[in-house]
């Protein structure tokens, strides 16, 4: 059959190609499956790590690599083949001004997420993610050392804007904050986002630009949205986001991708 001119598709997850429910509808996964029939290419980019991203590879039948952390690692066929990783200790004092602040601290590291308490904010964490959180006393030095791929500060985005703009003049650049959900501020290394990781993969695929759509409905998708040569928001996005996509959909979450995928992808 005749190839579109979208070659490759990138979708975020949560919030994009997943249903409120975080599961993949029955019209997503066929519409993907109808796209690769026809020589196309899918993959997803999410801020998730490895550890609550991998079932959705399964699901999806992904052969390409796929972007996870918001860029800092890419993986395929279940291995890391790039990754960026950093010591918890790299952002002293800022974790610690955030436990004090009450905002929910997540360390993430390849097979483990860890927190400085349990509350309601982390429960419902697990139960989104089908992962359990093990406890860290803070006061302890063993977390300082722990290998992590990304943190997030969960709970008042205003509170943790405020001590991401006091801290930032102190990395130097080594890292980068990113609102990825209502309540969620991402913490990854430096220069490192969805967009430079899909212009990363595109690169080594030898896909142009103006041969992608990349999908999403968070300011952390934002600059995929620019690389690709169709950025798409779906409708549950917030208003931001809208104003720089080249189509908005009339559908949110799941639904959204199938119609931009029945728009733009010839099926």
């Given at each position: 059959?005749?190839?579109?001119?979208?070659?490759?598709?990138?979708?975020?997850?949560?919030?994009?190609?997943?249903?409120?429910?975080?599961?993949?509808?029955?019209?997503?996964?066929?519409?993907?499956?109808?796209?690769?029939?026809?020589?196309?290419?899918?993959?997803?980019?999410?801020?998730?790590?490895?550890?609550?991203?991998?079932?959705?590879?399964?699901?999806?039948?992904?052969?390409?690599?796929?972007?996870?952390?918001?860029?800092?690692?890419?993986?395929?066929?279940?291995?890391?083949?790039?990754?960026?990783?950093?010591?918890?200790?790299?952002?002293?004092?800022?974790?610690?001004?955030?436990?004090?602040?009450?905002?929910?601290?997540?360390?993430?590291?390849?097979?483990?997420?860890?927190?400085?308490?349990?509350?309601?904010?982390?429960?419902?964490?697990?139960?989104k993610e089908?992962?359990?959180?093990?406890?860290?006393?803070?006061?302890?030095?063993?977390?300082?050392?722990?290998?992590?791929?990304?943190?997030?500060?969960?709970?008042?985005?205003?509170?943790?804007?405020?001590?991401?703009?006091?801290?930032?003049?102190?990395?130097?650049?080594?890292?980068?904050?990113l609102q990825?959900?209502?309540?969620?501020?991402?913490?990854?290394?430096?220069?490192?986002?969805?967009?430079?990781?899909?212009?990363?993969?595109?690169?080594?695929?030898?896909?142009?630009?103006?041969?992608?759509?990349?999908?999403?409905?968070?300011?952390?998708?934002?600059?995929?949205?620019?690389?690709?040569?169709?950025?798409?928001?779906?409708?549950?996005?917030?208003?931001?986001?809208?104003?720089?996509?080249?189509?908005?959909?009339?559908?949110?979450?799941?639904?959204?991708?199938?119609?931009?995928?029945?728009?733009?992808?010839?099926?």
């Open positions: 059959m005749e190839m579109c001119a979208i070659r490759l598709v990138v979708s975020d997850l949560d919030g994009t190609l997943l249903s409120e429910d975080h599961t993949l509808s029955p019209s997503v996964k066929r519409t993907v499956r109808q796209f690769v029939e026809k020589g196309g290419l899918f993959t997803f980019a999410t801020g998730r790590p490895f550890l609550t991203a991998a079932d959705y590879e399964l699901e999806l039948k992904l052969g390409l690599p796929y972007i996870l952390c918001n860029g800092s690692i890419i993986a395929q066929k279940g291995e890391m083949i790039e990754s960026h990783i950093f010591q918890g200790g790299d952002l002293l004092p800022l974790l610690e001004e955030a436990d004090e602040a009450g905002l929910d601290v997540l360390l993430f590291q390849e097979k483990q997420v860890s927190v400085f308490r349990v509350t309601e904010g982390v429960r419902t964490f697990e139960r089908s992962t359990a959180c093990r406890m860290l006393d803070r006061g302890l030095e063993e977390w300082k050392a722990l290998d992590l791929q990304k943190v997030i500060l969960m709970g008042d985005v205003s509170i943790s804007r405020r001590l991401w703009d006091r801290h930032v003049p102190d990395f130097n650049g080594t890292f980068t904050g990825s959900e209502s309540n969620y501020w991402e913490i990854i290394p430096g220069s490192q986002s969805k967009g430079a990781a899909l212009r990363k993969l595109a690169e080594r695929m030898g896909i142009r630009r103006e041969e992608i759509m990349a999908l999403g409905n968070q300011m952390n998708d934002l600059d995929m949205l620019h690389y690709a040569g169709i950025g798409v928001a779906v409708a549950n996005s917030p208003d931001e986001l809208k104003r720089h996509a080249d189509y908005i959909c009339s559908s949110s979450y799941g639904d959204g991708v199938v119609e931009a995928m029945e728009r733009f992808c010839g099926l």
